[in-house]
């Protein structure tokens, strides 16, 4: 097992990466989490692969607990799951006392979270992700909401979990499409923070998908330490924790504009970087053709797309981004490479450049 920590004053906390530690989370809750009651959170298909191995570990440890599921998909990842998730806590009488826990992949997380950081006020709460996209990315770092028609995530707060227990185990159950998309999220953290992780990842890619212990391990803990280094420089968002946003830009208004249901998240945020790449070394900022073909061919490999579909319309996803909650005066921030390992945010990227780029014709 490896820990990675989240370094934010009194609000520190742990993140374990490891294989088989779902019969531990019992005892790790005990070490992080208040109270005697814990409302646990999580969806139908989590509960029915690994559901008995939690909750046997939750109560031999002594928790009382609350068990609550909503349904799955980012399509319910809205105010009326939220909603449900109250009437659930205060016909549990969840106390402020006690603790909220996420056991699922991104969409149980954020309103999980979400739910954690409104209800009484704030309650304490942790994280048990089960997909790669989770464990890499959703469940570190405090971000917590909820979907608004007009935009993904446009209600929540920051909001940080007491602990974060990543099982790679449990990958094993992810369709080979959950697995791809969740690794987007680990080939971002090479583009935008190191740049010998992302040969790491080129030369360990066929491992990883595999799902080779060792190689998850180290991709998972590698990629919270980055997002953990980023959010504890600027945990709020003000400045540079802007660069985890690489790639969702675009990524966010691909899945608006299909109301959530065409693109898994890793596969928006795939074309996200795509067109991100071919935007920097359009602009001369310094990314090499070299570095494009290394990141495309990456993406490709993992078997994610790095092209709009053609039939989805440039100008209505231009308007999508402008909707942003990244948006500053009415202008995109964009997260662009210099060169594999550091980004840069740049406001002033031409509209034409960008309309002919999500058409496919550059």
Known sequence: MRTVRVELGARSYPIYVGEGLLPQVGERARQHLPGRRLMVISNPTVLGLYGTILLEGLRAAGWEVLLAEIPDGEEHKNLTTAAQLYDRAVSGRLERGDAILAFGGGVVGDVAGFVAATFMRGIAWGQVPTTLLAQVDASVGGKVGIN?????????????????????????????????????????????????????????????????????????????AIKAEVVAADEQETGKRAILNFGHTVGHALESITNYSRFAHGEAVAIGMAVAARLARRLGLGFSQEE???????????????????????????????????????????????????????????????????????
Not at 193 to 204: H, I, S
Not at 296 to 315: K, N, Y
Request: hydrophobic share 45%; net charge negative; aromatic share 6%.
């Open 148 to 224: 608004h028609p007009q935009g993904k995530n446009l209600v929540g707060a920051f909001y940080q979990p007491r602990m974060v227990i990543a099982d790679v185990s449990v990958l094993a159950s992810l369709p080979g499409r959950e697995l791809a998309s969740g690794l987007a999220e680990v080939v971002k953290y090479g583009v935008i923070r190191d740049a010998a992780f992302f040969a790491w990842l080129e030369e360990w890619v066929e491992p990883v998908l595999s799902l080779e212990s060792e190689a998850l391990i180290h991709a998972v803990a590698t990629s919270c």
């Open 292 to 362: 494009e073909e290394r990141l495309l061919g990456l993406l490709q490999t993992i078997g994610l797309p790095t092209s709009v579909p053609p039939d989805l319309d440039p100008e209505a996803l231009v308007q999508f981004m402008q909707r942003d909650k990244k948006v500053r005066g009415g202008r995109i921030v964009w997260v662009l490479p210099r060169r594999l390992g550091e980004v840069l945010l740049k406001e002033d990227v031409p509209l034409e450049l960008l309309l002919e780029i999500l058409s496919n014709q550059a």
